[in-house]
Nanobody
Framework: VQLQASGGGFVQAGDSLRLSCAAS???????MGWFRQATGKEREFVAA????????VYADSVKGRFTISKDNAKSTVYLQMNSLKPEDTAVYYC???????????????????WGQGTLVTVSS
């Protein structure tokens, strides 16, 4: 599985941005995740989606503002980010793997496949 992330940019607080992660390979039974890493901080979980069921999980910090979704035809997962805050500034990574138990969805080491990061900068 190969992942290609895109869509980052520089925005103002309160703006919206949509990240994309195009996947190649068979991902029908995979979990797809978005993580982010701010400068000097550890990589943190943002959201995850189970490809075949569409079930989603979110970090508390983004609930109600971010939405993870997928396009089956394009094998692409999206992260719609609304009401962006300066603290959302980070490099965002998409990830994928199969057979991740629910309690481990937020753990970076649960995922073996990673895309390159895309930088999101939110200015106040």
């Amino acid at each position: 599985v190969q992942l290609q992330a895109s869509g980052g940019g520089f925005v103002q607080a309160g703006d919206s941005l949509r990240l994309s992660c195009a996947a190649s390979g068979r991902i029908s039974n995979y979990h797809m995740g978005w993580f982010r890493q701010a400068t000097g901080k550890e990589r943190e979980f943002v959201a995850a989606l189970k490809w075949n069921s569409g079930n989603t999980v979110y970090a508390d910090s983004v609930k109600g503002r971010f939405t993870i979704s997928k396009d089956n035809a394009k094998s692409t997962v999206y992260l719609q980010m609304n009401s962006l805050k300066p603290e959302d500034t980070a490099v965002y990574y998409c990830s994928a793997d199969s057979h991740i138990i629910h309690s481990s969805l937020g753990v970076p080491s649960s995922y073996n496949y990673w895309g390159q990061g895309t930088l999101v900068t939110v200015s106040s």
